[in-house]
Each structure stands twice: as C-alpha cells, then as structure tokens.
C-alpha cells in the first residue's frame, strides 16, 4: 500500500523513495527511467509487462502536475495485452491504487514523482 506521496517523495509499505517508482506484486523497483523523462513508452513498461499474467490493472502516475504524456497508443497496447489502464496525476494515482488492492484486484503502479 502507498502510504503517502507528496513531490518527489512518496512512501510505500513504510519505506521512503524519491525516484521514480513501478510497483510490482510483491516487489516495488526505485529509479524507473523512462527514453523520453515526460513522454512515456512501450518499452518503458517492460518490466511491467514481465507481470502481465499477475496483473489486471496498471496505474499510471503522470507527475505531480500531471506533466508527463502518455500516447494513446501506449494505451491501446496495454489494453490489448488485458490490462485495465488508469491515468491520472500522481496525487490520485496513488489513491486510485490503494483502492483497487483494498478491492482486491491485480494491480500494478508506474509513478513519476516530481513535475
């Protein structure tokens, strides 16, 4: 569970990160780099992808502001792949991923933290 996210900075399971997060079952990776910092990828999910069959959902987090883009396509391609997509600033991505665990569902977090 996300504890607390505020810019830059967010907490999980009691742990402090400042760097870019993904959030796996059962394992969150610090310091997720993206090939273009405010314009998301394919390719920048990989890992994410990995987790397809343990995963229904993936919560993206767009910045504090809500800065970074993320194509349409990116999209489409996670929803071909049976993945249930949420976009949002990070602020309610973080909430929105508290709710979908206390629902129970299968889901994964990718969060940029700052801008």
């Known amino acids: 569970?996300?504890?607390s996210y505020s810019f830059g900075v967010i907490v999980i399971d009691g742990k402090?990160?400042?760097a870019d997060v993904i959030i796996l079952p059962n394992k969150v990776r610090e310091g997720w780099w993206r090939k273009?910092?405010?314009r998301l990828h394919l390719e920048d999910l990989q890992?994410?992808?990995?987790?397809?069959?343990?995963?229904?959902?993936?919560v993206i987090g767009t910045g504090h502001s809500g800065i970074m883009?993320?194509?349409n396509e990116v999209a489409r391609e996670?929803?071909?792949?049976?993945?249930?997509?949420?976009?949002?600033?990070?602020?309610q991505a973080c909430k929105?991923?508290?709710?979908?665990?206390?629902?129970?569902?299968?889901?994964?977090a990718a969060l940029h933290l700052t801008c």
């Open 36 to 38: 273009e910092g405010g």
């Open 16 to 18: 402090r990160y400042t």
């Open 1 to 3: 569970m996300i504890d």
């Open 96 to 108: 929105t991923f508290n709710e979908l665990v206390k629902s129970g569902r299968r889901v994964a």
């Open 78 to 91: 996670l929803t071909a792949r049976n993945i249930e997509v949420t976009v949002e600033p990070t602020k």
């Open 69 to 71: 883009q993320v194509p």
């Open 47 to 58: 890992e994410v992808l990995g987790f397809k069959d343990s995963i229904d959902s993936l």
